[in-house]
């Protein structure tokens, strides 16, 4: 069973920056498509980002591309997403999402997800 774990997530204004991390246990992380989604009040959750096992390729939403940043580190066992120049409509809890698969696009993709971390950003 694979275990997913947030942190970093937290309250900024707007144009500031926060970066996120998942960290994984209990399986093999390099064999695993990382993903990030985020869920705000009241609305479904949607894909922000992911990274394919092999680091080669990175996707992104269109209301976050240029200001967000996938990255994994496979020796730590942990995936990142640096979020710059962050908007209200930003606002949202985020969740990290692993697919023993080679890449993460859906909800309906991923097999393991974490608890999720709230971020806040104030106008």
């Known amino acids: 069973q694979v275990e997913l774990v947030e942190s970093g997530g937290g309250l900024v204004q707007a144009g500031g920056s926060l970066r996120l991390s998942c960290a994984a246990s209990?399986?093999?992380?390099?064999?695993?498509?990382m993903g990030w989604f985020r869920q705000a009040p009241g609305k479904e959750r949607e894909f922000v980002s992911a990274?394919?096992?092999?680091?080669?390729?990175?996707y992104y939403a269109d209301s976050v591309k240029g200001r967000f940043t996938i990255s994994r580190d496979n020796a730590k066992n942990t995936v990142y997403l640096q979020m710059n120049s962050l908007k209200p409509e930003d606002t949202a809890v985020y969740y990290c999402?692993?697919?023993?698969?080679?890449?993460?696009?859906?909800?309906?993709?991923?097999?393991?997800w974490g608890q999720g971390t709230q971020v806040t950003v104030s106008s």
């Open positions: 999402a692993a697919r023993a698969g080679s890449y993460l696009l859906l909800s309906s993709m991923a097999d393991y």
């Open positions: 209990g399986g093999t992380f390099s064999t695993f498509a």
């Open positions: 990274i394919s096992r092999g680091r080669s390729n990175t």
